[in-house]
């Protein structure tokens, strides 16, 4: 695994982890903002949503756009 | 001072809250009831002549020294055995009394053989002090042979038993059976010429079951039982109260001086962790603090494949602040980063991330918890809202089940061990608490003397989630749970959410049993004895944290625990095992990334806040990396130094062809440590750092006590670590002046509020703190969440079970997990350097008979153990310690480099490696692997020195 191929593999591994949680995406999007250091979340952002579960993409658009917006 | 044994009351505490009055040599004395006449008396400073009796054990009654008067008691009862009654009147002198002992003394002496002046123990001698104490001066009996002339057994290789020397007081069987629960020891014969041996009569020590746990050494009254080192230099001549620097139980010692020279090191009975006793890392295993391959100078080169240069300690502060500036300049300041070591101080690990969050500029900070406890953080922390185990290690005393999970207390946490397996067989008539081991491994605390689990549940390694899920299902379903609690103290929709998702019949242990292999109606029956055997305390290891699930399976033992209300009082609670002695202090000082100390999120404007205006600087915001993070940056080229204080990451990290990928990309990798470790292979600069011996400061051990560490003697590289940590942040040019450990950890207590009340005269004072430590607890806390829990509600969180991606198939049909053993400790780098090797001399696969057949293996074969990360050889060892399917090694010597096949699959929220389980494949062996080879070529080359001489 290269280093994009495992933070896609680590956010599909949140996603399936937190898929009970009352709002997964949400979750999602604060478990790596909370634990990702700046220059993973810029990776995963330029890489897009390829090989991401639906929760994941969500919660990594989600990220993005509160990053741009801000 | 001078040297004095710690006082001997001859007879246990009583935990009575009744007390007793009676009257001793004319003088009251008020003691609780239970205490016997002779610990009443000792109170007072009245010591009654004793030989068979010592505190550490139940008295027996043999030796007849201890003789008294009572008004109104015919004869002369023995003190040791004789509980206080109210209104008692004992006198311990006469002349009739006298002239007893003196007989007795008499009859010992003629079997003694008479060698006083030359004796190992002479003037540390019961026996001696004894002689005088009742005043003989002259034996009249014949000189009897019952014990004379017989050979010594040099076998263990800490200490002599010397059987001619033995008064047959069986204070080391009784000390053996009843402190540390292995029951080596056995008296053969009756009486007076009873004899001691280790096991049969042929065994010796070291091949007895004996674990050299010093118990009997410390309890023996003669030089029977003797330390060699006591034999080698003497006895002690002053003493200093420290902390052992192995494991996270965290024994309180008394460090026995000669001068400058450590003569050994004897448990402390007052030490709260410990209660006086010890196991052979702690006692025995610190040879390392003096061997000869520590490195005592700084040295440096240029590249990896250049020899290293003996450099002077300004030299190397330069050196290294240049390069650090040079890359931060050229990389930027995110290339920078480093580890802080859970073997060193708080204070030291405080100072190392200070100097990256505030010298360095980023937070790339983490630790080798990481590995290890970093699930317990987030779970706890998640579910009750503090990163730490609820209750002191007394707590166990009153427990009614014992759960144990992913742990081998025996192995990894001796001393604990043994407290639990005293309340496991029960004491003075009360029963023992029941027991449940959730483990792939019949490990040895399911079956020890007097000690039988009512469940082990060998569940398949990964499933822990599902094997804790299904008993949320028995105890939801089955009407069991507690909740009247959960109503009180847990939020009462996240419970209902739970209860319905664990009764799913999906979850049920009937349902799920093909996926864990553990017997349904087993799973039903433990799931039952823990919600209603009473008092339910759950004790987890490594076992529990190191899978791609560690942090679910932490939320899974918190919502069992709270959905049978065993949070919150003594006997209950959920308990982290912790590896390193200081894990728990290294996770509380703001050794990751994402927190600072006190574990408060980095994005957390006013902590941050607290910390700016007292560093003056400003703090970035966002969270740093993570190890397994700064490798990946290392590898993409982003990454580029690297400051690691006492870890060895390349033999403790999992897949080490990625570590050493990441560690080689970089252009300054600082090691910090004692000894050219496995790491120090990649790195640029070393810096000699000092053993726990050669410093103050704290740890703080798995129950949340701070522990004051003394230095003893003088750090033979020249500074304490926090001082070398402190002298590279000056030549930084960062402004520090701490001229005291107690500085820093005044420091500590300012700006995190659960050490608020914490300082080194308050430690001097008490002896140790458990946090939190604050203006409503002056004295710390033994029990976490009484009155509600930390965060408010208790958090029940739904943890569904996901298998692991790391999948056993045709060409990896078995599944490897890893842990540890008794006699060594982490990678080795201390213990392999200590005569500990005697019982772990390599690295074993255990394999169970039915996969050793069909691979046609067999006991001390060499075999290969392939996973898809990479391949490694070892010796097999056929057990059915392990079930079939699994194979299980120990990862202590760097030779066998089982992380050359553990993956680099980790647990979903931190990252923490998935250790225990891999897909592997076992065959026959014709030697090293290329992997092997190559790396030792490696190590040699890179260990030359410039003198010539390789340095290991
Ligand atoms: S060293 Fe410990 S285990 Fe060995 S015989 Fe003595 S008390 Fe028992
Ligand atoms: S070895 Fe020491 S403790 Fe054991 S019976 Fe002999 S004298 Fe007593
Ligand atoms: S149990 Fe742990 S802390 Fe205690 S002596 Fe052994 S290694 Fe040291
Ligand atoms: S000390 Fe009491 S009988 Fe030996």
Known sequence: ?70 | MTYQPQNDFGTPESRSDETVSLTIDGRNVTVPAGTSVMRAAAEKGTSIPKLCATDSVKSFGSCRLCLVEIDGRRGTPASCTTPVEPGMVVRTQTPHLAKLRKGVMELYISDHPLDCLTCAANGDCELQDQAGAVGLRDVRYDVQATHLGQEKDHSNPYFDFDPSKCIACSRCIRACDEVQGTLALTMEGRGWGSKISAGLASDNFLESECVSCGACVQACPTATLVEKKVVEVGTPERSVVTTCAYCGVGCTFRAEMRGEQLVRMVPYKDGKANRGHSCVKGRFAWGYAQHQERILKPMIRKSISDPWREVEWDEAFAYTASELKRISAKYGRNALGGITSSRCTNEETFLVQKLIRAGFGNNNVDTCARVCHSPTGYGLKTTFGTSAGTQDFDSVEDTDVILIIGANPTDGHPVFASRMKRRLRGQDGRPGAKLIVIDPRRTDIVRSPHIEAQHHLPLRPGTNVAVLTAMAHVIVTEGLADEAFIRERCDWDEYSHWAEFVSQARNSPENLQPVTLVDAEELRAAARLYATGGNGAIYYGLGVTEHSQGSSTVMAIANLAMATGNIGRRGVGVNPLRGQNNVQGACDMGSFPHELAGYRHISDGNARKLFEDDWGVTLDPEPGLRIPNMLDAAVDGVFKALYCQGEDILQSDPNTAHVSAGLAAMECVIVHDLFLNETANYAHIFLPGSTFLEKNGTFTNAERRIQPVRKVMTPMNGLEDWEVTQRLAQAMGLDWNYTHPSEIMDEIARLTPTFAGVSFARLDEVGSLQWPVTADAPDGSPIMHVDGFVRGKGKFVVTDYVPTDEKTGPRFPLLLTTGRILSQYNVGAQTRRTENVAWHPEDLLEIHPVDAEDRGVKSGDWVKLASRAGETTLRATVTDRVAPGVVYTTFHHAVTQANVVTTDFSDWATNCPEYKVTAVQISASNGPTEWQEEYEALSTRSRRVETGIAAE
């Open chain 1, 1 to 70: 695994m290269n280093s994009v191929e495992r933070l896609v593999h680590m956010a599909n591994q949140i996603a399936t982890n937190l898929a009970t949680d009352a709002a997964p995406v949400a979750a999602v999007a604060d478990h790596i903002q909370q634990f990702w250091d700046p220059r993973m979340k810029k990776m995963i952002f330029a890489h897009g949503t390829a090989g991401l579960s639906p929760v994941a993409a969500a919660a990594i658009s989600l990220l993005a756009d509160a990053q741009n917006g801000a």
